[in-house]
């Protein structure tokens, strides 16, 4: 790593040789020698490659660059006795900063109870949604702290999971093409060749998985609309344009298009999953994991399920919150 070209110790210095204004009054309110201090200064302008001190004047002024870098060492000295203070004081009941990822139709369905706990064990927090094999990279990288994603890391060491959610995905089309071509609807296979398919792009892992599945089940269909995200593919279904595979949290996000949208069982024996997972490095955030994915699953049980069985009963008993393995 490269050298930043000063240490703490030499911040010190110059901050006191700054508010004293002379290089005596400096060693003695720091107990070393006057020679000392100039050495210090000396060497830290020479590391930076810029003058910090006026020394033609008394008492010594600060230059442009140093009344600079006079603000960022006091930042700089501060958060360091601050986090001395912390690490010694062995109380680590807030936490810095938490960042958070996961699914977007989990962020729409338990996206602020989720925050709302974690505001209780940190200063700081950011929450985001995207694809999710960009989240597993900002997990691994340090970027993130916390994923809830339809990928466990099977394969990484080091990493608590908490199983959120199994889900299985269903088929979605257009109402009243369902009421005119019902019996199209008794396979993929036939449905494919009434209707256009609407697909996730398949740079997700959703999209990877639908494709998958269809290759499974030997469907070859044709690869006309690909959307990155859930809402828009609801509503290119709603419109009369395709069906689509999906699973039930996503289809709460579409609730504006559900009117219009008619929700089966997939015709296919094969049942298929999507299970939702969260995941954190191992003993660095406490209990906090634990906490978010007990709160992640209650607040799926009372408000999630509780609209599924409403609109779909035929959906009860097929989802899985909480461990499913």
Request: proline share 3%.
């Amino acid at each position: 790593m490269r050298s930043l070209g000063f240490e703490l110790k030499s911040l010190e210095v110059f901050i006191t040789a700054a508010k004293a204004g002379n290089m005596t009054a400096a060693s003695l309110q720091l107990d070393i020698s006057q020679s000392a201090v100039s050495q210090i200064l000396a060497q830290l302008e020479t590391n930076l490659g810029v003058k910090l001190l006026d020394r033609s004047v008394r008492p010594v002024e600060l230059t442009v660059a140093g009344r600079y870098f006079y603000d960022q060492s006091v930042h700089l000295l501060e958060q360091a006795k601050k986090t001395q203070h912390f690490v010694t004081k062995g109380s680590f009941d807030s936490l810095h900063l938490v960042r958070i990822a996961m699914v977007d139709s989990l962020a729409s369905t338990v996206g602020k109870p989720i925050i709302d706990t974690v505001k209780k064990h940190t200063e700081n927090w950011t929450m985001s949604t995207g694809y999710s094999h960009l989240h597993q990279q900002g997990l691994l990288s340090r970027n993130l702290d916390i994923i809830i994603s339809d990928d466990t890391l099977e394969n990484q060491e080091n990493l608590r999971r908490h199983q959120i959610l199994k889900e299985p995905f269903v088929l979605v089309l257009p109402k009243q093409f369902h009421s005119e071509h019902a019996q199209s609807c008794t396979s993929l296979l036939a449905l494919s060749k009434r209707l256009d398919m609407v697909r996730y792009s398949k740079q997700s892992l959703i999209g990877k998985s639908i494709e998958t599945y269809l290759h499974q089940q030997g469907l070859d269909v044709p690869d006309r609309m690909q959307f990155d995200n859930t809402f828009a593919v609801l509503s290119a279904v709603a419109q009369g344009l395709g069906w689509a595979l999906i699973t039930p949290l996503c289809l709460m996000q579409g609730e504006v298009f559900r009117h219009q949208l008619c929700c089966l069982p997939l015709p296919e024996k094969d049942i298929f999953y999507r299970y939702l997972t969260l995941i954190a490095r191992r003993n660095e955030l406490g209990d906090l994991p634990d906490v978010l994915a007990e709160g992640s699953c209650t607040i799926l049980r009372q408000h999630f399920l509780a609209k599924i069985h409403q609109h779909y009963p035929w959906l009860d008993g097929k989802i899985r919150v909480g461990k499913f393995s």
